[in-house]
């Protein structure tokens, strides 16, 4: 899965010269917690969040009244306060690229660009959702998580004992396990009993971390 299939494509952007206040009730209103900050051109020149419009403040106001403080507010603008250094993601960048990207930066959002025009936005919402996809959260079925020896053909061993008992497989993920030699492997199962399925994968896995049945939707 690709940057590009799962941004948002309806991107609210702010220009530089608007006033943070006007920003912050653009953000409130859309419900929404960063812009990406665009010229009057297209030209995306940075990304301002929340907490940027909100720690904005000008310099040696403590002898300044409230009337002034508030008036010397008014004139800070989105520029001011927005992050230049972007990095920034394509449309055919993998997901979990992405994600590791925004994992090891400490940030929430990668603006998608094509030849420097902004097409869309990545944010850690969208990753949240793709997750809740991936281990059929919102799927009823039963939700079996087994330790998994990793060697060749265990997980088809695995996949193989669900389907002879004429389970259908919702979705499947596989994690780090305890130790190198095992793997962690989720897996959402529909058209089977939680004892049917205990009782085919037990020869088969190192052991049974958790079943239950789900009934989401």
Do not use: C
Request: hydrophobic share 45%; proline share 4%; no cysteine.
């Amino acid at each position: 899965m690709l940057v590009g299939e799962r941004m948002t494509r309806r991107v609210i952007t702010v220009r530089p010269e608007m006033p943070i206040q006007e920003a912050l009730a653009l953000m409130h209103k859309e419900k929404i917690r960063r812009f990406p900050v665009v010229e009057s051109g297209g030209r995306l020149v940075g990304i301002v969040s929340e907490k940027d419009l909100l720690n904005a403040s000008p310099s040696d106001v403590t002898s300044l009244s409230v009337w002034e403080l508030n008036y010397l507010i008014s004139k800070i603008t989105v520029e001011r306060v927005m992050t230049r250094n972007l990095i920034t993601a394509t449309e055919d960048l993998p997901l979990e690229d992405a994600a590791r990207i925004m994992a090891d930066n400490k940030i929430g959002a990668l603006p998608v660009i094509r030849e420097s025009e902004l097409i869309g936005i990545i944010t850690e919402t969208d990753l949240f959702k793709i997750f809740l996809e991936l281990l059929g959260a919102r799927e009823p079925g039963v939700r079996l998580e087994v330790l998994l020896s990793d060697v060749p053909g265990k997980l088809l061993e695995l996949v193989g004992a669900i389907r002879d008992l004429g389970g259908n497989i919702i979705a499947l993920g596989t994690f780090l396990g305890e130790s190198t030699e095992n793997r962690l492997v989720t897996v959402k199962v529909d058209g089977v009993s939680l004892d049917d399925l205990k009782k085919a994968v037990e020869p088969i896995v190192e052991r049974i971390v958790d079943i239950r049945e789900t009934k989401y939707a």
